[in-house]
C-alpha cells in the first residue's frame, strides 16, 4: 500500500480537454507536470478495457520521464450501439481526434439501428478510468461512471469530444451547454476522482 501523500505528478495525456480537467481537480499543493514539456507521443492503447488502457498510459509516461503519473482513459458507452464507442471513442474521431466526425458516426449509428431513435430514450454512459504509476507499478486505478442519454442534436460549444451530446440524468443541457464548473463537480472524471482523493 502507498501511504505517502503525492507533491508532484505527471498527467499523462496529450488531449488538452483532460489536462484542463484534471488540473482543476487537484489540489494546488501538488507540482503538477504535464506532457507538452517533455514533448512526448501517447502510446499504443491496446488494452481491453478502459482500466487496461489507463495503466498502459501511466506507466508509459511515467517510465519515459521518471515522475510518478496519473492518466485517465475515458469514453462513452451507448446502450444500443452494444456499448459502442466505449474504448473507442477517440479512434471514432479519426487520425486527426475531429469530435464532429465522432459525434456523425454516433448519428450515423444510431440511425442504422433505429430509425425512429429521436422519440427514445438513449441510454448512454461516460466512463472513466484514473491510474497512478510510478515507473512500471500501478499505485492505485479506479473507475467512475455518470450516466445519461444522448441529444437529439449537438449543443452547446463548451468542453470537448461528445460532451455536445450527452445530457445528464436529471438535467436538460448537454455538458456542451453547461459551464465547465458544473460539469467538473458530475462527471465521470469527478466520480473516479473521489476515489483516489486519499493518495493526493
Ligand atoms: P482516450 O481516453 O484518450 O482514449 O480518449 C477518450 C475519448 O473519449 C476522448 O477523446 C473523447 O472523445 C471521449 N471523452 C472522454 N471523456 C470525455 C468527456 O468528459 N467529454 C466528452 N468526451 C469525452
Redesign the pocket.
Given at each position: 500500500m502507498f501511504k505517502q501523500k503525492i507533491n508532484k505528478l505527471l498527467i499523462g495525456?496529450n488531449?488538452r480537454g483532460?489536462l484542463r480537467e484534471i488540473r482543476s481537480l487537484l489540489p494546488k499543493s501538488i507540482k503538477i507536470y504535464s506532457t507538452s514539456g517533455f514533448n512526448l507521443k501517447s502510446p499504443v492503447?491496446n488494452g481491453k478495457t478502459f482500466e487496461e488502457?489507463s495503466l498502459i498510459k501511466s506507466k508509459y509516461f511515467s517510465k519515459k520521464t521518471g515522475l510518478m503519473c496519473l492518466a485517465?482513459?475515458?469514453?462513452?458507452e451507448i446502450d444500443i450501439l452494444n456499448k459502442n464507442p466505449g474504448i473507442y471513442?477517440?479512434r471514432w474521431?479519426g487520425k486527426y481526434?475531429d469530435?464532429g466526425k465522432?459525434i456523425k458516426r454516433v448519428y450515423n449509428s444510431l440511425n442504422k439501428k433505429d430509425k425512429n431513435w429521436k422519440n427514445k430514450k438513449i441510454k448512454a454512459k461516460?466512463i472513466?478510468a484514473l491510474s497512478i504509476s510510478y515507473l512500471n507499478k500501478k499505485i492505485t486505478c479506479v473507475v467512475g461512471k455518470v450516466e445519461g442519454y444522448i441529444s437529439n442534436e449537438p449543443k452547446g460549444k463548451n468542453?470537448?469530444?461528445?460532451?455536445p451530446i450527452f445530457i445528464p440524468l436529471k438535467k436538460r443541457k448537454t455538458?456542451g451547454e453547461m459551464k465547465p464548473s458544473q460539469k467538473y463537480k458530475m462527471?465521470?472524471?469527478y466520480q473516479a476522482f473521489k476515489k483516489i482523493r486519499k493518495f493526493l
Open positions: 495525456t488531449n483532460k492503447e488502457n485517465d482513459d475515458s469514453g462513452l471513442s477517440a474521431g481526434g469530435f465522432a461516460f472513466c468542453g470537448f469530444g461528445y460532451d455538458f462527471d465521470h472524471r
